[in-house]
């Protein structure tokens, strides 16, 4: 299974972005799909959430409101609407996936992923 995130980019406070992960594998809607973010200095932190495609969806409280997750099965593809970014948003993000779907516990856990996208920066700007 293979992961390619895409759709980072330099933008003003107030504005919106929206992040694609493309997925390999043939099982996608079993998927447990998570995006995560790491700023410089700092660890991984868990964003976003899909249990499965179509799922329960998880939020980190700071993008609660602001951020939406959301997929496409036949595209295979995971997105991440984000919206009034600010700039403590600024990180490197990150798609990962778990193979048979996760829980509301087990998909804000980092370590339970099996298999993670090489990251796209977004930076904030003010």
């Known amino acids: 299974v293979q992961l390619q995130a895409s759709g980072g980019g330099l933008v003003q406070a107030g504005a919106s972005l929206r992040l694609s992960c493309a997925v390999s594998?043939?099982?996608?809607?079993?998927?447990?799909m998570g995006w995560f973010r790491q700023a410089p200095g700092k660890e991984r932190e868990f964003v976003s959430a899909?249990?499965?495609?179509?799922?329960?969806?998880y939020y980190a409280e700071s993008v609660t409101g602001r951020f939406a997750i959301s997929s496409d099965d036949a595209k295979k593809t995971v997105y991440l609407q984000m919206n009034s970014l600010k700039q403590e948003d600024t990180a490197v993000y990150y798609c990962?996936?778990?193979?048979?779907?996760?829980?509301?516990?087990?998909?804000?856990?980092?370590?339970?992923?099996?298999?993670w996208g090489q990251g796209t920066l977004v930076t904030v700007s003010s």
């Open positions: 594998g043939r099982t996608f809607s079993t998927y447990g």
């Open positions: 990962a996936a778990q193979s048979f779907g996760c829980s509301e516990y087990s998909c804000r856990d980092r370590t339970e992923y099996d298999y």
């Open positions: 899909s249990s499965w495609s179509g799922g329960t969806s």
